[in-house]
């Protein structure tokens, strides 16, 4: 099993930044993906980013050039760089972890708030 526990989210006015990390624990040793989603009460989750071993990151239309994904393997955990924040960003973010042989796992969230 894999644990997953995301820190960072607060409130930040519009245009203002923050710096969401994941840190895993437990069975990690098969991870090879990990990503970040987003959901907010009216809408179903949604890909923010992802990033693969061996690959290159991958993101959303709407948080491309604004946002970035990075991991560190040697600390177990994944970051989620967040700037040129907007109010429609606002939203609960999970942190999510995949591997060979493995399901899929996920953080509770943390709250972020868009508002000025």
């Known amino acids: 099993q894999v644990q997953l526990v995301e820190s960072g989210g607060g409130l930040v006015q519009p245009g203002g930044s923050l710096r969401l990390s994941c840190a895993a624990s437990?069975?990690?040793?098969?991870?090879?993906?990990m990503g970040w989603y987003r959901q907010t009460p009216g809408k179903q989750r949604e890909l923010v980013a992802s990033?693969?071993?061996?690959?290159?990151?991958k993101y959303a239309d709407f948080v491309k050039g604004r946002f970035t994904i990075s991991r560190d393997s040697a600390k177990n955990t994944l970051t989620l760089q967040m700037n040129h924040l907007k109010p429609e960003d606002t939203a609960v973010y999970y942190c999510?972890?995949?591997?060979?042989?493995?399901?899929?796992?996920w953080g509770q969230g943390t709250q972020v708030t868009v508002s000025s």
């Open positions: 437990g069975n990690i040793f098969r991870i090879n993906t």
């Open positions: 999510m972890s995949a591997g060979a042989f493995q399901g899929d796992f």
């Open positions: 990033i693969i071993i061996g690959g290159s990151p």
